[in-house]
């Protein structure tokens, strides 16, 4: 027998330690003389030696087969789930045009577009397809994405949802709506549709008041706080989910409790149909080395939680279980135009695609680009020695794919940084649960 190569072992004081398994992903707090057993003990004498802490270790996959292939365990599960083919998830853009100009998008706006009826009916027919011959579906996950996905709501996203929920309806399988959205758009007719099926907002506010609306302003220069405050309340009082994206910055995150004051007028029945997710805008690299920024940002994830909402945030790393739909074979993005990408996180131009949707509704992978790109997925050897690879897995595909640091660590991971993962991860499992 040996100790698992995906062991963490962390200092808490002079008495105790935790010990990390990240192959069974639980924990082991250790007093200062197991620490010292494991320390001084290969795990085979540790079983003579201490049977019952052997046991724990054992049970826990600390301790694993001298045979063990360990890379292969993380390979294989990673592969299990990627190519899960119970699950089929279809990103739309009805267009990429925006009724917003938000400073740090990424995305390159074509003014006017908008999905033409033949790509519609391509998108229909590639929906037929899936549901006909994926014989293991039992979920289809549908996506709005953009762009802004609410405009063209009634001639794009109405019909494809209509035909989904046609096909899916006496086959037993189980749709999800998911919307992308600023949240402006929304209208009463909208949520009447949308009221009876399984749908989910991710909106998005620029800090509180006062910063949103120096950040996203009508055409008029008008703030759009206030119409998306008020969107957010009738979106949950209908029993839709939304996903509050709260996008901080070293400057917005101070004002960022205001919002509080807003969304605490929602009676306590509707809260559980809301959660708070904080993220960092990309381009402000300030705002994670800043010592009061964050600061700032735990103290409003702690505010949040004792109002009662529920809060996510960036840190809870599970990038294999939890793997990103773009690291998914059975995952598709449809742009208004009929390009096909994997990932939603990159600017939707022909020249960056991975293929395209026929007029019959299959999708042509242009120069192998579906394989090559799930092939990519934990290919580093740093990444096969790395503590917390079965919680990492190497990193995303489109990272991989564009990486230029060779065999090093995509996300240039320190020791520490390691060490504060799995700490951020104890603290997620243990001590903020009520």
């Keep these: 027998m040996k100790y698992s190569k995906y062991n963490s072992i962390i200092k808490v004081d002079d008495n105790h330690y935790i010990l990390y398994s990240a192959l069974s992903d639980q924990f082991i707090i250790l007093k200062r003389s197991a620490y010292r057993d494991i320390s001084e003990n290969d795990a085979n004498t540790l079983a003579k030696h201490n049977y019952v802490l052997y046991n724990q270790l054992l049970s826990a996959k600390g301790i694993v087969d001298d045979l063990c292939d360990e890379k292969q365990m993380v390979l294989e599960k990673i592969r299990d789930i990627d190519n899960n083919d119970s699950v089929y998830h279809l990103h739309i853009n009805p267009t990429v045009d925006c009724n917003f100009r938000c400073w740090y998008c990424y995305e390159e706006h074509v003014k006017g577009s908008k999905m033409t009826l033949d790509v519609l009916h391509s998108v229909k027919k590639l929906m037929t397809n899936v549901v006909t011959t994926q014989l293991n579906l039992r979920t289809f996950n549908l996506s709005f994405f953009g762009g802004e996905p609410l405009m063209y709501f009634n001639v794009i996203a109405k019909p494809l949802i209509e035909h989904i929920y046609s096909l899916c309806m006496h086959r037993g399988i189980k749709v999800n709506l998911h919307f992308t959205s600023n949240g402006f758009l929304l209208n009463n007719a909208m949520i009447d549709f949308l009221r009876d099926k399984n749908a989910c907002f991710q909106i998005t506010l620029d800090g509180g008041k006062d910063t949103h609306d120096s950040t996203r302003f009508t055409k008029n220069g008008l703030g ?135 007029s019959n509704g299959t999708i042509v992978w242009e120069n192998n680009s579906l394989e090559n790109r799930l092939a990519l997925k934990f290919s580093k050897s740093i990444c096969h020695s790395c503590r917390i ?20 660590c995509m996300y240039s991971y320190s020791e520490t940084d390691i060490d504060q993962i799995i700490l951020n991860r104890f603290e997620f499992m243990f001590i903020n649960q009520d």
């Design 224 to 358: 759009s706080y206030d119409v998306i405050i008020n969107n957010i309340k009738r979106l949950i009082k209908a029993n839709l989910y939304v996903i509050l994206r709260i996008n901080y910055t070293s400057t917005n995150i101070f004002n960022v409790s205001s919002i509080l004051k807003d969304l605490n007028v929602i009676e306590r029945q509707y809260k559980n149909n809301i959660s708070v997710d904080f993220q960092k805008v990309w381009q402000d690299n300030e705002a994670e080395r800043n010592d009061t920024v964050i600061k700032c940002l735990n103290k409003n994830i702690k505010l949040f939680s004792s109002e009662g909402f529920r809060v996510s945030s960036h840190k809870i790393l599970d990038s294999v279980n939890d793997s990103c739909y773009g690291d998914k074979r059975y995952h598709a993005l449809v742009n208004y135009n009929g390009d096909v990408f994997n990932c939603t996180a990159r600017d939707f131009t022909t020249q960056n695609r991975a293929g395209y949707l026929s």
């Design 389 to 408: 690879a079965p919680l990492c897995g190497g990193g995303c595909c489109q990272r991989a794919l564009e990486s230029k640091n060779g065999e090093l």
